[in-house]
């Protein structure tokens, strides 16, 4: 009998002092519910802005949206766990597959059975789709990040699947998912900046965006309501906050992804591996606050077209074996010419032009022959291509036959004009 109960006890230690690696287990820790404590971060980040941010948080990064520009970062390219920011992903497939949100979901016992973060689903339990989706953003519920994988994948294994897939067609090539909730496991990571433009993607579906914007939600499971509290902290309490997703495991430690717009400035910031959440909380408050201060959004069209227009009109290019002695010359495409400068370095924009002057014939519309370069403080933002915008052809004999004529011509009747003076 001693020996059983040795056993016992050893198995009951085991489990005190095994770790636990829920995603998103926000019991482990204290809730911020300090709204003073907040305010008086954002009071002391906005009085220290000038200074480049000092962060506990292992990985991090600011990014504009209008732009896709890293406007501050810290091993923002390093691979890094994510915990429950998973669900970004998550949330996304569901989204774009499921056309009819109002679906109705029966929980499986596996769903049921998940650990960690929870909306407090049962084996049985009927939900819709969109209360999955509400439960997962807003509670960072893993019962209903496997419920979704399961209804929209057939199998959570297959919905992992559809989650690299969307990687890969979002070029997220440092950014590979194992489980649909974000627990930990050993090939399951991201990076700060790759996070960021996923959650950039996922902000251009308003349905994405109104989920994750919203502070207070009541699911209905089984016809009857339950209330439920988005876990972003900064939601409601720092300006201009719009989104999106907390997690922690013990993995990733804590990690918040955040947006923010004030203005014309849209950005979103990632912080990953705080140590607690007053940290990750402290940390993206720190960096938004230096962005905004430090950075403006600039619409540098303007710029560019006046150096171009100066540009040619000082500027010829001559067509040699052509039907036309000089050709016209355009800008290409340029994917933003908004984008985010220093404060300091607005007075240093500069645009260089380089071009050739001289082209043979025949000449295709869209031939590029040269770039167009916005340096700010002697860093290149923006190239553009300069391109011929109409067709010039090579010419031929009769062409050929036709200008010696005329050449003629107009000899003649300066030599005649000439002998008339004389």
Same mark, same amino acid.
């Given at each position: ?6 056993y ?11 770790p ?41 990064? *600011? ?20 915990? $429950? ?18 679906q ?35 509670? $960072? ?34 950014t ?13 990571? /991201? ?15 308003d ?41 922690? /495991? ?7 992804? /955040? $947006? ?26 720190e960096? *938004? ?34 039907? $036309? ?29 380089d ?20 340096k ?18 090579k ?28």
């Open positions: 009998m001693k020996k059983y109960i040795m016992i006890l050893i198995f009951i230690c085991i489990i005190l002092i095994t636990k690696v829920f995603a998103d287990d926000e019991d482990l820790e204290e809730e911020i519910n300090d709204t003073a404590w907040i305010y008086e971060q954002i009071e002391a980040a906005s009085s220290n802005v000038t200074n480049e941010p000092i962060i506990n948080s292992r990985a991090a990064v *600011i990014y504009d949206r209008t732009s896709g520009e890293v406007i501050w970062g810290k091993e923002e390219k390093s691979q890094r766990k994510m915990a $429950s920011t998973t669900k970004i992903m998550t949330s996304i497939v569901v989204i774009e597959e499921i056309k009819d949100l109002n109705t979901v029966t929980i499986s016992s596996k769903a049921a059975g998940i650990g960690g973060s929870r909306l407090g689903l049962h084996t049985g339990d009927k939900i819709t789709v969109n209360d999955l989706l509400y439960g997962l953003m807003l509670e $960072s519920g893993n019962d209903c990040a496997i419920a979704l994988g399961e209804y929209v994948g057939n199998t959570v294994e297959n919905f992992v699947d559809m989650m690299n897939k969307k990687a890969k067609q979002l070029g997220l090539n440092n590979n998912f194992v489980t649909v909730n974000g627990l930990d496991a050993e090939e399951h990571y /991201t990076t700060a900046v790759e996070l960021a433009k996923l959650t950039d993607y996922a902000l251009k579906n349905r994405f965006k109104n989920i994750v914007g919203t502070k207070n939600y009541t699911v209905t499971i089984n016809g009857y309501g339950k209330a439920i509290d988005n876990t972003n902290e900064l939601l409601g309490y720092l300006d201009g906050v719009y989104g999106v997703k907390t997690g922690f /495991t013990n993995g990733a430690n804590r990690c918040l992804v /955040t $947006s923010i717009k004030r203005g014309n400035m849209d950005i979103i910031s990632v912080v990953l591996g705080a140590d607690t959440k007053k940290d990750r909380t402290k940390d993206s408050i960096i *938004i606050e230096y962005a905004y201060a430090n950075y403006k959004i600039i619409d540098v069209t303007q710029n560019i077209e006046k150096a171009f227009e100066e540009w040619k009109e000082q500027n010829k290019i001559e067509i040699i074996k052509g039907t $036309s002695k000089y050709v016209d010359i355009e800008l290409g495409e340029c994917d933003n010419k908004i984008i985010p400068i220093r404060n300091e370095n607005i007075k240093d924009i500069e645009v260089i032009i071009s050739i002057k001289i082209v043979e014939a025949p000449i295709n519309k869209g031939n590029k022959i040269g770039k167009l370069v916005l700010i403080n002697n860093e290149t933002r923006i190239s553009i291509d300069i391109i011929i915008s109409e067709e010039i052809k010419k031929d004999e009769k062409t050929y036959f036709f200008e010696m004529l005329s050449n003629i011509k107009q000899y003649y009747k300066r030599a005649i004009a000439h002998t008339i003076e004389t």
